[in-house]
């Protein structure tokens, strides 16, 4: 497993759950200097910031890429992919194809977690979900096409109302054929929603393909109640090699959050047996 920190550079998302904000080239450094492997970009849209700078970036600190967010697409523009316009459906699609356009370079998959909106009074469930499954269809093939996959992430039920826990998500998935999604952990979601985290993650195994790696209270793990050792021994019974993404509240400080979390991680996957 590797260990990634999330980077903001919205500025609407200042209540968010993002590490670091500070401009990319600080942002990339303190990632680096902590000891992490990857960043997760939450960006304003595609056109924040070339490909060929991130790179660079990249390179520069020795670091990946974990993924690419799209969430300012709702938070800026209130897009998502299962609203009942269809206009306003396609501008949503656009947006998200447009940050899969921008990752796939970056060896870096989108993730869609706001932005599939939620199912309003008046449209039937299934009509949603026949939305979700389309947006999601089209959202897959154009990550194929970048040799990456697409990352579908449950939330919790304050957030959405089409997908809050993972199992219904992966029968969703094989109902609808869709290929080339996986699914997002996000363990503070999963701990409002689930009733047992390492069940959830062994039950989904290999649909499982990105972790937001948060405690209960969304702070850095070990400042809340989860018990991570059994969801890593779960992780790492279902063969999880993708990133432990901290996608968490910077407190106390963002750099006390990002040392808590490499610390917790580094601690738990040096103990041969989890408990
Ligand atoms: C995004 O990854 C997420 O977890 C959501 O709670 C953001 O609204
Ligand atoms: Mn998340």
Redesign the pocket.
Known sequence: MKTAITISQVPEAAE??FVLRTPLPAAFATAASIGFDAVELFLPGPDFASVADVTALATANGLAIAAV?T?AG?LRHGLSLTDPCGDNREVAIDFVLSMIDFGGPLNAPA?L??MQGRRPPDMPRENALELLAAGLRRCAERAASHGVSFIY?P??RY?TNLFNRLQDAVEFLKRHNLKNVVL?A?L??MNIEERDLPAAIRAAGKHIGHV?FADSNRQAMGFGHTSAGPVIAALREIEYSGYLSA?IFPLPDPESAARQTISSIRSMLSSPISP
Do not use: Q, T, V, Y
């Open positions: 968010g759950p967010g969430g709702m993730i977690g706001s992430e939330l919790n957030e997002l996000d503070f979601h937001h996608e």
